[in-house]
């Protein structure tokens, strides 16, 4: 199975247990509105657009508090059935569902407080890596000194130059959810103090 795969069965799972009111990382969303943006994103295609250009906002959240309410074994069961058969997003799932799959499981299993890093696959850790120039890049495109992003082992990869630099250090997949805005993290920084503030203290959200 791919990290798509995966991660989609026990996001869903994670859902049916902890129910549809339950908090998550996502600001103020609940599970509930967190499974309905995923069920948009895949099957509304007609609203998934506002998900990202602000103008179109409006009409993406009202599509999304309807599907918000349907009944939650419902809801949880076409999360984990994924979109239709012919979906760019069936065609392209390994491609564009692992990073997003892992994240808002992340979401949910962090929200709570009491938690630990997964022991992922050195496969999966490999693969959150392989994207972490392109997330890295945008997370922390705001930041006012450079930024580099490195793995156990020694491996870096530069998301932002600059004259002074803070390096944070952790497994892929904490990298990744950094970069995605989440604080719920283990991370090591290298760097001035009042640099890794800058950086810590960054609104990274995509």
């Known amino acids: 199975m791919s990290t798509a795969q995966d991660e989609r069965a026990a996001l869903s799972a994670l859902l049916l247990e902890v129910g549809p009111d339950a908090p998550t990382l ?3 969303w609940r599970t509930r509105d967190l499974a309905a943006h995923l069920v ?3 099957r509304r295609p007609d609203a998934a657009p ?3 250009v602000p103008l179109l906002a409006g009409y993406t ?3 999304q508090a309807g599907i918000a309410n349907r009944h939650w074994p ?3 069961e076409q999360v ?3 979109p239709p058969l012919l979906s760019p997003y069936r065609l392209l799932d390994a491609q564009v569902n692992g990073l997003e799959f892992f994240v808002h499981h992340e979401d949910v299993r962090r929200a709570e407080g009491d938690w630990k890093p997964r022991q992922l696959a050195a496969a999966t850790e490999d693969e959150l890596w392989g994207r972490l120039t392109l997330v890295g890049r945008v997370g922390y495109r705001k930041s006012p000194v450079g930024v580099v992003l490195q793995r156990p082992g020694g491996a870096t990869i530069t998301v932002k130059g600059g004259p002074r630099t803070v390096t944070l250090c952790g497994e892929p997949s904490e990298l990744v959810l950094h970069a995605f805005g989440r604080d719920a993290v283990q991370l090591e920084t290298t760097g001035a ?3 890794v ?3 810590l203290g960054l609104d990274r959200a995509f």
């Open 40 to 42: 948009l994103r895949e």
């Open 193 to 195: 103090d009042v640099d």
């Open 50 to 52: 506002g998900i990202l």
């Open 74 to 76: 419902t809801l949880v």
């Open 26 to 28: 996502c600001g103020g």
């Open 80 to 82: 984990r059935t994924g």
């Open 197 to 199: 503030q800058a950086v």
């Open 61 to 63: 959240d009202h599509v």
